[in-house]
């Protein structure tokens, strides 16, 4: 799903789409969703929160804001609107919940001369884009939109 249609399923006002896109955000892949931080504070660490994505959609997030007002707050907006962190996210979350998951052992790259190349990659597997673990080992990087 592109970030347009992602965002089509969003409710949210245009300071919050302005705030998702200029504010210094973070993003972490966790095992429960995408924690994001606020580096444009002070002290980054406080304002962090995580957001929980669903089919492709952030649904939720454990900001006061998402909670007090109507529609999305700017954490969600922020993971909607970067396609390739939505799409790892949703992938990651596939598989942490149990549900899918590529059912076929790595091949075997040693005939493969990066020896950076981690054991378990199946890039090979994903027309391009890179597999979780060449993004977490930094061996590959997610495409910019």
């Known amino acids: 799903m ?17 705030r998702a896109q200029y504010e210094a955000l973070e993003f972490s892949l966790e095992t429960r969703g995408v924690l994001v931080r606020n580096t444009s504070h002070a002290n980054p ?10 089919d492709g959609i952030p649904i939720a997030c454990e900001c006061p804001a998402d909670d007090r007002y109507e529609g999305a707050c700017k954490h969600r907006v922020g993971v909607a609107i970067r396609t390739p962190l939505l799409q790892a996210a949703t992938d990651h979350s596939l598989v942490a919940d149990g549900g899918i998951q590529i059912e076929n052992e790595p091949e075997n790259h040693a005939e493969d001369s990066d020896t950076n190349q981690p054991a378990d990659c199946y890039c090979d597997r994903l027309s391009g ?17």
């Open 2 to 18: 592109s970030s347009k249609n992602v965002l089509s399923q969003l409710t949210f006002i245009k300071r919050v789409a302005k």
């Open 45 to 54: 660490a406080d304002p962090e929160y995580l957001v929980t994505v669903h």
């Open 129 to 145: 884009f890179p597999c979780w673990s060449c993004v977490r080992s930094g061996r590959r990087d997610l495409p910019e939109e």
